[in-house]
């Protein structure tokens, strides 16, 4: 193939399929077909949104381009890309469909084209303040804003409260103008689990755009009388604190007047005693997270929660009772309540008490999704019958779920297997390798198997276990670690180092945080994923997996493998199993595994 005549726009795509967010899934066919159409374009494109004319590039994609272009150009000192007309007909050689049109319709008045008018906040509403907060970003910058940070920031510049709502009618603060910012695609929203806020190419374009009419505002009255000289000015951010705008740091309670006080239900709420850790000096390993490990975790101390048990809505006996499990534990005196579970079958959380709840949340700021005043305990249940272990296995789920299961930092995994008969020719093939597979959980991953009758049975061994983790944990503390200072990649080594140091700690998150890393989706890294896409293949294990991203550490790079091969099908075929030759036999691929494995992702 000739030479891409956009090599930066090709370097660029080449780059964000990559980036995890976009490897997820079913965005990276279609990052594959931008970047086909970018190398067999022979035009030069001065801008960005001529890429939307290609076959197989749409809006978004050029906006990403044009993002990277924008802050390509003021790294290197260079001016900025300028838009121009379309030139789909340079591009794709298309013929003007003008050309055609009859001479009586040129005749015709041409229609008026609709202008849409651009959408700019109001002056000193909630979306304005937000606007201009961000603006104060360093333009095009990666990292944006969390949540309790944008709203300290935004304050001075609106008159409406971002922390309590100034009309006793109403139940939203001026924080839900962030929805009408979105939906404009003003701002984006970045990071896991702790969302960030920062401005996109858009929000930039009309936050300039804001600035300069506040600039004229600024002239305009100080050109007017003295009395209205700074009747509407925006607060700057040292005065914040003054009694025009005055936020309370531990309550989070705003007093617009000097007149009027507002008062927040959190003011009248005891304080439970949380009480943050010393610091735990530097870090044990340079690959763990240093804004976790230095972070002050929230104790929790006794009596301010309550254990109970979360049992995944999957978990059913039959599909005409649905509520038999669940049921039958509340017979026995158990708290147990239901919900969609990210992992494991039942998990044990400690409820924070309604009283304790509101001073929790200051604490472990950022983190206001459902389950944020519920911290997860360290056991988890993997419950499976005989028979859906069984499948498991041969569909490669097994390998999968114990992934994750190692991967969410748990402590106790528990698999409560069910004995189910299955029939003789099955259990005389499978015997082997199920009790194969059952003494690897317990040896080699440190997962303890607990195996029942039936039903009953594991439905007794759930309300023992609940009983006796009451017992445990609702008489000492909880380090739960801050929402904000969670890092996904690194959250499994984080844990691994703190409870080396403190032992009989215990060291939790909460059920919102939970909820995030253990994500199917949203938690993977680029390479949880990769190895995911190569264990989807039969025969493929984790540690085979493994082994091969080891030599081809992204799928990018195991796909160009096989391209720089050329047609040579048979080199492809063998190209796996010759570089994995001489690894122990646990691990090797043999020829027939590394064909099919060609056959996939060598085409």
């Known amino acids: 193939m000739a030479e891409c005549a956009n090599t930066l726009y ?100 041409p229609a008026k084209k609709r202008i849409k008018k651009q959408y700019v906040p109001n002056y000193r509403s909630g979306a304005y303040a937000l606007m201009m907060a961000l603006s104060e970003l360093e333009k095009f910058a990666e990292k944006g804003l969390p949540k309790e940070e944008l709203k300290h920031r935004a304050q001075p510049y609106t008159d409406a409260s971002f922390f309590v709502a100034t009309d006793n009618t109403k139940y939203y603060t001026a924080w839900k103008s962030i929805d009408t ?28 755009q804001m600035r300069m009419g506040e600039a004229t505002q600024n002239s305009t009255e100080q050109a007017g009388p003295s009395k ?65 490990l230095n972070s002050k975790p929230i104790i929790l101390q006794p009596g301010t929660f309550e254990v109970k048990l979360l049992l995944d809505t999957r978990e059913i006996q039959a599909k005409k009772n649905r509520d038999y499990i669940a049921g039958e534990l509340l017979k026995q005196g158990i708290d147990v309540e239901t919900r969609a579970l990210p992992l494991g079958d039942a998990v044990w959380i400690a409820k924070v008490n309604t009283a304790c709840a509101p001073a929790f949340r200051l604490q472990n700021i950022n983190d206001d999704d459902e389950g944020s005043d519920e911290v997860v305990l360290e056991h988890v ?73 039936k039903t009953d049975d594991s439905i007794k061994y759930l309300a023992r276990m ?6 445990m944990y609702e008489h000492k503390e909880l380090h739960v670690l801050p929402s904000m200072s969670l890092v ?12 080396e140091k403190s032992p009989i700690s215990t060291f939790c998150i ?12 949203d938690s993977l890294t680029l390479r949880d994923l990769y190895l995911k896409m190569l264990m989807c293949m039969r025969g493929v294990t984790g540690d085979k997996a493994i082994e091969i991203q080891k030599i081809w550490p992204t799928p990018n790079a195991f796909i160009e493998a096989y391209s720089d091969l050329g047609p040579d099908a048979a080199a492809k075929k063998k190209m796996v199993s010759d570089r994995l030759a001489k690894q122990i036999s646990r691990k090797q691929i043999g020829p027939t595994l590394s064909a099919g494995i060609a056959e996939v992702w060598g085409k």
């Open 381 to 453: 249940v993997e419950r499976k019958r005989l028979d859906d272990l069984l499948h498991s296995l041969k569909d490669g789920r097994y390998h999968e779920q114990k992934f994750r299961l190692r991967k969410s930092g748990m402590r106790h995994v528990t698999y409560l297997i069910e004995d189910y008969s299955l029939p003789s020719e099955t259990q005389a093939h499978w015997a082997q390798s199920i009790e194969s597979s059952l003494a690897q959980m317990q040896v080699v991953d440190d997962i303890f198997v607990k195996r029942t009758a």
């Open 10 to 109: 090709a370097q660029w795509l080449s780059e964000m399929m990559e980036e995890p967010r976009i490897a997820n899934g079913k965005a990276l066919p279609t990052y594959r077909r931008a970047l086909r159409a970018i190398k067999e374009c022979k035009v030069v494109m001065q801008h960005a949104s001529e890429a939307e004319d290609l076959n197989g590039i749409g809006k978004n994609i050029c906006r990403a381009l044009e993002e990277k272009h924008n802050k390509y150009c003021l790294e290197n000192n260079l001016p900025l890309p300028q838009k121009h007309r379309k030139r789909a007909r340079n591009i794709i050689g298309a013929e003007d469909p003008e050309a055609d049109i009859a001479d009586s319709s040129r005749d015709q008045p």
């Open 510 to 521: 909460t059920f919102s945080a939970f909820c995030s890393l253990c994500d199917k989706s």
């Open 181 to 208: 910012l979105l939906q404009k695609e003003y701002v984006c929203v970045k990071g896991h689990p702790t969302k960030r806020y920062c401005l996109t190419n858009e929000g930039w374009a009309a936050a300039d």
């Open 466 to 471: 609940t009983r006796s983790l009451k017992k």
């Open 228 to 292: 209205t000289k700074n009747k509407n000015k925006p607060v700057s951010t040292s005065t914040s604190t003054s009694q025009s705008s005055k936020v309370t740091a531990t309550t989070g309670v705003v007093d617009l007047s000097s007149d009027s006080e507002l008062e927040s239900e959190v003011q009248n709420t005891p304080l439970p005693k949380l009480i943050p850790i010393k610091d735990s000096g530097p870090s044990a390993t340079k690959s763990a997270s240093a804004a976790t």
């Open 488 to 499: 996904v990649a690194m959250h499994h080594k984080t844990l691994q180092i703190l409870r």
